[in-house]
């Protein structure tokens, strides 16, 4: 998706006590041209974790790979490939099933049966899959602001040295295919349901599982993350370590040919082709159901 999760950006601070990284309602400041400095990049993962909110199994394996004991990252390996396994295939196996089961047509159109019911359930199933499509684009569209995953996937030149380059890239590149999957799936639930609780049942256990790898975040979890930031970045300032912000300039020769293909190629087509789908597809659901 474009460069997303490239824009971990600071503004000037503009309130005593707010900040750069935030304006006054505690929303961030993102533009074109922007400083991704780790600095940056570590207020930001501090800030999610003061408001134990958008971490993920992956950004904690991230972590807990560079700074727990053996025990304490197996557990939580553990849980990430648990979340690997499960979430992608379950969302395809239940698409393969839901289709190989359902006999209805392409088109489901009937004028002669036309009734006030079934005129209400086409505009609820428009409803629910335009509303499905864009919260889940617009959900990880948001993914390379979010915690940890402000960390540039392509050369990680922004990356804190206590953070995992691997997971990280693992984690941001499954949600976004993850979130593709998702898109297809609420679809063709939505458009197989045969009835409304049908519909909200098949939706509610979507968000079940596209939801599975944050739910396996405790607040434990947010808690010694922010702990450790405030006493590593506490220990760097001591001993005369502290980063400074600096005007950040890109470095192109740390890039992976792959994962510039992968981004700029795969993933705006990818980009593209989904944007044209949650725009048309809920009109096509919503008359033919």
Not at 32 to 61: M, P, V, W
Request: hydrophobic residues 45%; charged residues 20%; contains cysteine.
């Amino acid at each position: 998706m474009g460069g997303l999760w490239a824009r971990c950006v600071s503004v000037e601070e503009e309130n005593e006590g707010v900040p750069s990284y935030w304006d006054a309602h505690g929303s961030i400041h993102w533009q074109d041209e922007a400083r991704h400095t780790t600095e940056g990049c570590i207020n930001i993962i501090k800030h999610y974790a003061d408001e134990n909110s958008d971490f993920d199994i992956y950004q904690l394996c991230a972590f807990d790979k560079e700074n727990c004991n053996k025990k304490t990252y197996r557990l939580t390996l553990v849980k990430a490939i648990f979340c690997l396994i499960l979430q992608a295939p379950t969302l395809l196996y239940v698409i393969y099933v839901q289709m190989a089961e359902s006999e209805k047509k392409l088109c489901n159109i009937d004028p002669a049966h036309l009734s006030y019911q079934s005129v209400c359930d086409k505009f609820l199933a428009f409803g629910y899959s335009f509303f499905l499509g864009f919260y889940i684009v617009e959900l990880f569209r948001s993914n390379g602001y979010r915690g940890m995953y402000c960390i540039l996937f392509r050369n990680l030149q922004n990356k804190p040295e206590f953070i995992n380059g691997t997971w990280i890239r693992i984690g941001g590149y499954y949600n976004i295919l993850l979130s593709n999957i998702a898109i297809v799936a609420s679809y063709v639930l939505v458009f197989l349901s045969t009835s409304v609780l049908d519909m909200v049942l098949n939706c509610v256990a979507l968000f079940f599982v596209v939801e599975l790898d944050d739910l396996l975040v405790t607040k434990y979890d947010y808690y010694k993350i922010s702990y450790f930031i405030s006493h590593w970045k506490a220990s760097k300032t001591k001993g005369n370590d502290a980063t400074t912000e600096t005007r950040w300039e890109y470095d192109e020769e740390a890039e992976s040919c792959f994962l510039v293909f992968w981004e700029d190629v795969v993933m705006r087509g990818l980009e593209l082709l989904f944007l044209m789908l949650r725009i048309f597809v809920p009109f096509f659901i919503g008359v033919c159901h």
